[in-house]
């Protein structure tokens, strides 16, 4: 399973019942972002709620794609989100928090943790695979781009 779909939305229930419909806990299962992010449920939200899907969907929702919004930007985008907060030194716990200030979602620390080791393990094997066929110009750059992960 990808860590987008262990992305949730934070309260959720009290969003469905201001929607007057369920919708799927998941942020990015297809029938959220067609409800919440790309649907007019908007004025049905308290204002808070609607800066922080308006911002959501704004970061990661504003692809033109003709598969929109099931073109997999969304994922994509959000996936490098997590990475960056990674690279500004933020811990697991602390990117669930961030997440939940930034665009009111959650997820599990521990989730998050595992999807940071395997991005590290990628790395690691593009790397060692780098300095096989590239030479070192690419294999220092993927060597940089795992130091930020595993810092801190
Ligand atoms: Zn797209």
């Not at 709620?49 to 930007?73: M, N, S």
């Not at 094997?125 to 130091?147: C, I, N």
């Amino acid at each position: 399973m990808a860590i987008t779909d262990k992305i949730y939305v934070k309260n959720h229930r009290q969003l469905s019942s201001q929607l007057d419909t369920s919708f799927p806990k998941s942020a990015f299962a297809g029938a959220t972002l067609d409800l919440l992010f790309t649907g007019n449920s908007l004025a049905n939200l308290d204002s808070t709620t609607q800066d922080r899907v308006l911002d959501f969907a704004e970061d990661f929702l504003d692809c033109d794609c003709e598969a929109h919004p099931y073109c997999g930007c969304a994922e994509r985008k959000f996936i490098q989100y997590l990475l960056e907060l990674r690279a500004q030194g933020f811990c697991p716990d602390a990117i669930v928090d961030v997440m939940g200030d930034d665009y009111m979602l959650y997820a599990y620390s521990g989730d998050i943790l595992s999807f940071l080791d395997q991005s590290v393990r990628t790395l690691e094997a593009a790397e060692a695979l780098a300095q096989t066929e590239a030479g070192v110009d690419r294999s220092q750059e993927l060597h940089d781009a795992k130091r930020e992960l595993t810092n801190g």
